[in-house]
């Protein structure tokens, strides 16, 4: 499975963002071609975020993973989800993602072939909503239980969040700070293609973004239990295969008890 099943959360979006760069397609690699040489940086702790444009042309590190498709408005999957879609372009949020990209930047995830990069978000206007609620006595009762399947492969698992219409609609919640791109390496993505009947495609980049997710602070979040289940169950029910360790259990059991998303 790709990433936490953690939903990711903004609504209506405005039309797409336009970034001051070209990109030329040779084969299967696309090279970003930018005419400002500057760039600057938001130093936070041991950590370097991103936050504008650098001189590139290289070939591309990260490219949006079809799995994530879906959070992107033009794509006609976004229509059904529950989570956070962007106006722009997947082609532009890619050129901008592999402009800020930088390999000492990675964190690592819950397995190996797991990481993660975190981007100031600065070019999504007001797409990315932070999408996690702190439950209170005065909005426990607003609390829904759902089964979701992500796409028709994926084993349905019980969820819970708060419908968005009941907290207030899109404008009660706050612009993100950041963006957490989640990737996966090239190797295993093909693996749970395989694992799941899927093709493999042509595309070489190393690392797929497979989950976008809008918050307010530069770390990742503790990934939701019951995803962490379903990952342990293995790719063919759309789970990574990666085994349960108690202790990441426990701590996303600390925060996932407390907190609940809207969707």
Known sequence: MRGPSVLLWAFQVPPAIRHPFTTTRTGASTRLCTSSPSFRTA????RTIM?????ASTTKQLVVDPFCFRQFQEQEASKSYGGTVFGISIEDFEAIANERYEESNLQDGYAPFCKHIFLVN??????????????TKENEHLLRTHYEARNEKELPVLQRSFPLEAVGGTEKLPVAKYLDLILY????IRKENEAMDKEAGEETAPWGIVSIKAQDVDKELPMNPITQMRNALGKEQGGSGIPLEREAYMESVDYWKNNAVVS
């Not at 936050?51 to 001189?55: G, H, K, M, P």
């Not at 390496?185 to 295993?188: A, D, G, I, V």
């Open 43 to 46: 130093s936070h702790g041991k």
């Open 51 to 55: 936050s504008a444009t650098s001189d």
């Open 122 to 135: 600065d070019f999504t206007n007001e797409d990315a909503r932070v999408n996690v609620l702190p439950i």
């Open 185 to 188: 390496s090239r190797e295993q």
